[in-house]
């Protein structure tokens, strides 16, 4: 069978820019210049002989024809990528591209990395530390890790670690905080993304909430733990990501032991990709690594 299809190129194209709605932003994320974008849509507009975008000044919208064109284009672009993730004794690639939270990032994955790169030298690991929700595997993703409850429908998933709970700050502080009393003349930190973990420790611990002297808050896990070493107040701190804080002696529990959150590191990934090395050896470390996918 003969298939009457446009340059595969200019599909690629027309998906970024429509999903994106911006030739400019198309041609970041495909390492492009517009200007190459807009003619690849061009190209693929005179091919079917309709218009699939209107474009204006300082902007674009999809035609009636473009907006039923790509959910198709789409599709097929990420069966074709499956596929090819799971051809038999693909030759390795040498590259994988990782997705996790700019904390999980900082505080464990690039402290830890050094020893994926020592047992894989010719793997080239890249991360996107981006607030997203990653679509396999249109988005050129090979692997994500989040902390989430699960399960996670139609994809691989790989329990790496549970998430436990405990208020942390300097050794210093810790000295003066020996039970949730202590809490009241204290000033907690709040992390305003999970503006829960206070109440849910307390209640957890089956102690009443209490109003303390001065509170502070912070939009991102890493900034309420780099306040508690400032010794800025008492903070929530999430293990595994405290761990090495609490060994180098930087942070102190307090009020321990520590309660289990409920949510879990997860890796995560398209079940096409296994069929990949890198993938697989990044899989096969992370559990190596961490104690709950080792038991696993």
């Known amino acids: 069978m003969t298939y009457r299809l446009p340059p595969l190129t ?5 998906e ?22 807009s003619h690849g ?22 035609t009636e024809a473009g907006q039923a064109y790509l959910p198709q284009v789409s599709e097929a672009l990420a069966s074709l990528a499956r596929a090819t993730d799971a051809v038999p004794g693909r030759r390795p690639s040498g590259k ?3 997705s996790c939270a700019s904390t999980f990032a900082a505080r464990w994955l690039l402290p830890s990395l ?13 991360m996107d530390t981006r607030f997203r929700q990653v679509e396999f595997p249109r988005d050129g993703i090979d692997v994500a890790i989040r902390l989430a409850a699960g399960p996670w429908d139609g994809l691989h998933a790989l ?12 050794p210093a502080m810790a000295e003066t905080i020996s039970s949730c009393a202590d809490l009241a003349r204290a000033t907690l930190l709040h992390n305003v993304s999970v503006s829960t973990d206070w109440a849910y420790w307390f209640a957890t611990k089956g102690e009443p909430e209490i109003e303390p002297a001065r509170s502070s808050r912070f939009d991102t896990i890493q900034m309420v733990l ?7 107040g008492v903070g929530i701190g999430r293990l595994p990501l405290v761990q090495r804080d609490l060994d180098s002696g930087r942070l102190a529990m307090v009020l321990g032991p520590p309660i289990p959150s409920r ?34």
């Not at 200019?10 to 027309?14: K, M, Q, S, V």
């Not at 329990?159 to 300097?170: G, N, S, Y």
Request: with cysteine; net charge neutral.
């Open 114 to 126: 050094p020893r994926f790169q020592a047992r894989h030298p010719e793997i080239q690991v890249s």
């Open 10 to 14: 200019t599909l690629r194209l027309f």
């Open 226 to 232: 780099d306040a508690a070493i400032s010794g800025l």
């Open 263 to 296: 949510t879990a590191y997860w890796m995560v990934c398209a079940r096409e990709s296994l069929a990949r090395p890198e993938v697989r050896a990044f899989r096969d470390w992370l559990r190596s690594e961490l104690p709950l996918s080792r038991a696993g």
């Open 96 to 98: 994988l591209s990782v």
């Open 159 to 170: 329990k790496l670690e549970e998430e436990w709970l405990v208020p942390v700050c300097t």
């Open 16 to 37: 970024a820019a429509a999903r994106l709605m911006s030739f400019k932003q198309a041609a970041e994320e495909l390492g492009l210049t517009p200007s190459a974008v």
């Open 41 to 62: 849509i061009q190209t693929l507009e005179d091919w079917l002989g309709v218009r699939l975008f209107i474009r204006y000044n300082r902007g674009l919208d999809l």
